[in-house]
């Protein structure tokens, strides 16, 4: 078995253990691999979240529904409100954790709602 085989099984053992859980989907390469594999795993047990705000390029997107549709994941498509928190409007070096704090605070009401176990990023 070559390392990367071993790398791949590892990581799908590493998903069947965790049950469930809402991926954090952007689409890019990545996300994309991880939704795969978790949906490969798990099924129905796991689903793609996209954040949609002003943040992000519509072509983002349609990218991350187009890419969901073909692994054939379930695709949520929610609308974070980074831009309603001064700390992320200051643009100071700290933005990106505000932003990816919205997010997944959304994401954590996502996995409530749906019982899912984990939030995968």
Do not use: P
Not at 44 to 50: E, I, L, P, S
Not at 71 to 78: A, S
């Amino acid at each position: 078995m070559s390392s990367l085989e071993s790398k791949y099984a590892q990581l799908q053992g590493f998903l069947k253990k965790l049950g469930s859980g809402v991926i954090a989907f952007s689409g890019g390469l990545d996300s994309a691999i991880l939704a795969k594999v978790a949906f490969d795993c798990l099924g129905r047990k796991t689903m793609a979240v996209t954040a949609k705000s002003f943040t992000y390029k519509n072509e983002e997107l349609v990218w991350a529904r187009r890419i969901a549709k073909r692994i054939g994941i379930k695709h949520i498509i929610i609308n974070t409100k980074e831009f309603k928190n001064k700390k992320f409007i200051n643009n100071s070096q700290d933005r990106c954790y505000w932003c990816k704090r919205e997010l997944f605070s959304c994401l954590t009401q996502i996995n409530l709602r749906y019982r899912m176990k984990y939030i995968l990023d």
